[in-house]
C-alpha cells in the first residue's frame, strides 16, 4: 500500500488512459457499447464538472490575492500588454506554420471526391447546428469583444463558466482597490481571500485524486463513440482523411517541439524537456477532456509547482490565456479551410490565405475552452473567405481525436507564455531595485 502510495499521480493517469482505451476497443468487440455510454461515460462528465467547478473560484481568488500583493498597478499593465503580444505572436507563427504545411503537402488532393457526397449526407444535421452557433458570433459590432468583457452583475458572471474574461476583468477591479486602500483596511479581507485560495487548491488536489477513474471513462467514451461499431469504418475513415490527420498532426508537433523550445529559451534558461516534463500532468488532461477550460486548475499548478512560476504570473497569464490563445485550434482551422478548399477543387489566392491569417488568429480567440468550439469558429474562417460551409461535414469524423491534441497544444502554449513572463516580470523587478537609490 505504501509503495502504491509513492507513485505519482501522472502515471495513474496514464494508467487510466491506457486502460480506457483497452476497454473502449474491448467494449466495440464484444458488443458493450451502450453499456459504457450508460454506464462509464457519465463519470468522464462528472470528473469534468468538478474541474469546471473549482476553475472560476480558483481564478477570483488567486487573481485578487495575486493582484493585491503587487506594490504598484503599472506593472500589471506591462503584463498585460507583453501576455497579449505574445498570444498573438504565437498564434500567427501556427496559423502560418499550418498554412505552409498544408498548401506543400495539399492533403486534399488524397480525398476521394466520391466521399464529399457521402459525408454531406452523413453530417448534415450536425453542420447545421455548428452553423447556427457560429451565427450568434457573426452579428456582432466590432467593439463587442469589449463589451462582453464588462459584466453588468458579478454574480451572474460567476454564473458561467464561459465568462473566464468576466471574472478575470472583476479581480482585476477587487485588487486593483485592495491596493489603493490603506493597508489596515484590507487586511481582513486579504486574509479571508488568502485562505479560500487555500482551500480551493486543496480542493483541486480533492478533484485529481479522481482522476484517473475520470480519464479512464473518458478515453473509453471517445473510443467508443468516435471507432463506431464496425472497425472497417475507422480504416476506411483513416483512407479518406489520413493525410490531412497527418499534416494537423506535424503542424501541431512543430509548436510543440521546434516553436515553444525556441520562444522558450531565448527568453529563460528553462530546459525544454523540463518544461515538457513540469507541464505533463496537465497535457495529460487536456488530451482526455479536450477542454483548456477544464485543465485550468491543473495547468496552474503545474506551472506554480513544477516550474517557479509565481501565482500572480500565473492567475493572469493562463485564465486568458485558456480564454484567447489557442495555437492549436488555430494551426488547425487554417490547416481545415484549406484542406476544404483542395477537396472541393477551389483555389485560394495569396490573399485569401492571409485573409485565413487574420480571422483564424480572430476566431481562435473567440473559441470557447470546450470541446469542439474550434470548429464552430471554423465556420467563420470559411465564411471569410467564401469557402462552402458544408465542408465540415468532410472533417466531422476526425474532429475528436484531433481535438484532444490541439487542446494539448493550446495548454502547452499557455504554459510557455506563462514561464516567459514570469522570467520577464522578474527581470523588470530586478532593473527596478537596481534603480533604487542607494541610501
Ligand atoms: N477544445 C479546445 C480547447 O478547449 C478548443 C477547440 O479547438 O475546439 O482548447
Not at 503599472?74 to 505572436?89: D, H, P, Q, V
Not at 453530417?123 to 457560429?134: E, F, G, H, S, W
Not at 482585476?172 to 491596493?179: D, P, S, T
Amino acid at each position: 500500500m505504501g509503495k502504491l502510495k509513492k507513485i505519482p499521480l501522472y502515471v495513474w493517469i496514464l494508467l487510466g488512459m491506457l486502460l480506457g482505451v483497452i476497454w473502449g476497443l474491448l467494449a466495440i468487440k464484444i458488443g458493450l457499447k451502450q453499456f459504457t455510454l450508460d454506464w462509464f461515460s457519465p463519470w468522464g462528465t462528472i470528473f469534468i464538472n468538478l474541474l469546471k467547478l473549482v476553475a472560476i473560484p480558483l481564478i477570483l481568488v488567486s487573481l485578487i490575492k495575486g493582484i493585491s500583493d503587487l506594490k504598484d498597478i503599472s506593472s500589471l499593465s506591462g503584463m498585460g500588454l507583453k501576455t497579449i503580444a505574445l498570444y498573438i505572436f504565437t498564434t500567427v507563427i501556427s496559423i502560418s506554420i499550418g498554412l505552409v504545411m498544408v498548401n506543400l503537402i495539399n492533403p486534399g488532393s488524397y480525398f476521394p471526391p466520391e466521399k464529399s457526397q457521402e459525408y454531406s449526407e452523413i453530417y448534415r444535421m450536425q453542420v447545421q447546428t455548428k452553423q447556427a452557433d457560429a451565427s450568434t458570433y457573426q452579428d456582432d459590432g466590432p467593439l463587442q469583444f469589449i463589451v462582453d468583457i464588462v459584466p453588468e452583475n458579478m454574480f451572474g458572471a460567476a454564473a458561467n463558466n464561459a465568462n473566464m474574461l468576466q471574472i478575470i476583468f472583476i479581480a482585476l477591479l477587487i485588487g486593483i482597490a485592495m491596493i489603493l486602500i490603506p493597508e489596515k483596511q484590507v487586511s481582513p479581507f486579504k486574509k479571508l481571500i488568502d485562505s479560500l485560495n487555500d482551500i480551493v487548491l486543496k480542493l483541486i488536489d480533492i478533484v485529481m485524486k479522481f482522476a484517473p477513474i475520470g480519464v479512464f471513462a473518458l478515453l473509453a467514451d471517445v473510443i467508443v463513440s468516435v471507432a463506431g461499431e464496425n472497425p472497417g469504418d475507422t480504416a476506411a475513415l483513416f483512407s479518406a482523411l489520413g493525410m490531412y490527420a497527418i499534416v494537423v498532426v506535424l503542424g501541431l508537433m512543430i509548436m510543440v517541439f521546434v516553436v515553444y523550445p525556441v520562444v522558450i529559451s531565448s527568453f529563460t534558461k528553462l530546459k525544454f524537456f523540463q518544461f515538457l516534463r513540469g507541464i505533463f500532468p496537465a497535457q495529460l488532461l487536456a488530451f482526455s477532456t479536450s477542454s483548456s477550460a477544464a485543465t485550468l486548475p491543473v495547468t496552474k499548478q503545474c506551472v506554480e509547482n513544477n516550474l517557479g512560476v509565481d501565482e500572480e504570473v500565473s492567475s493572469f497569464v493562463l485564465p486568458i490565456g485558456a480564454t484567447i490563445n489557442m495555437d492549436g485550434t488555430s494551426l488547425y482551422q487554417a490547416i481545415a479551410a484549406v484542406f476544404i478548399a483542395q477537396a472541393y477543387g477551389l483555389d485560394l489566392s495569396f490573399s485569401q490565405q492571409i485573409t485565413i491569417i487574420i480571422t483564424a488568429t480572430l476566431a481562435s480567440i473567440g473559441s470557447a475552452a470546450v470541446p469542439g468550439a474550434g470548429m464552430v469558429m471554423l465556420v467563420i474562417v470559411l465564411t471569410s473567405v467564401h469557402l462552402p460551409i458544408e465542408g465540415i461535414a468532410l472533417i466531422f469524423a476526425m474532429d475528436r481525436p484531433l481535438d484532444m491534441l490541439r487542446t494539448t497544444v493550446n495548454i502547452t502554449g499557455d504554459s510557455a507564455v506563462a514561464t516567459i513572463i514570469n522570467k520577464l516580470q522578474k527581470n523588470s523587478k530586478n532593473r527596478n531595485l537596481n534603480q533604487l537609490p542607494i541610501l
